[in-house]
């Protein structure tokens, strides 16, 4: 029998979950976007669904991504939905923090993220529009974002 909803669109794994926030799937950030009531903003929207939450797999995250981008030096930026959004905008800002600090140079020039959750710090939480990231987490490079054509 052939999964139908939720399941059916996403399938089999690996490509189902990218982080591990410590919950039961049931309790997970994942599974309680279906449950989300109206809020003021998108930010409180956010907030309302992940809590404190964070990614307790955050390193190997980062060490899955950066392996396979030593695998194919050829790939420059990302296009990435939902949880996958989240996974390529936190390796960028990842990324960023290696340049500034160890002078390291770039592999990912561009992106385009579709529906996708926030990035999130290495030591805790999500990085939200309006929380300024709790830090110097801004790219250094020209964005658009909810550009009007």
């Given at each position: ?141 020209p964005s658009c974002c909810g550009?009007?054509?």
């Open positions: 029998m052939r999964a139908t909803g939720f399941e059916g669109y996403f399938g089999v794994g690996p490509h189902y979950r990218w982080t591990d926030d410590g919950e039961k799937p049931e309790n997970s950030w994942v599974w309680r976007v279906r449950d989300l009531a109206t809020s003021g903003n998108n930010e409180d929207a956010m907030r309302d669904i992940i809590g404190d939450g964070s990614c307790r797999n955050h390193a190997e995250l980062m060490n899955y991504i950066e392996g396979a981008l030593k695998k194919n030096p050829e790939i420059g930026g990302f296009i990435a939905y939902s949880e996958g959004a989240l996974a390529a905008a936190t390796y960028i800002l990842e990324e960023e923090r290696r340049h500034h600090e160890a002078g390291r140079v770039r592999q990912i020039k561009c992106a385009m993220f579709v529906g996708g959750w926030p990035a999130v710090r290495p030591d805790k939480g999500f990085i939200l529009a309006d929380d300024g990231g709790g830090g110097n987490h801004r790219r250094s490079h550009c009007k054509w």
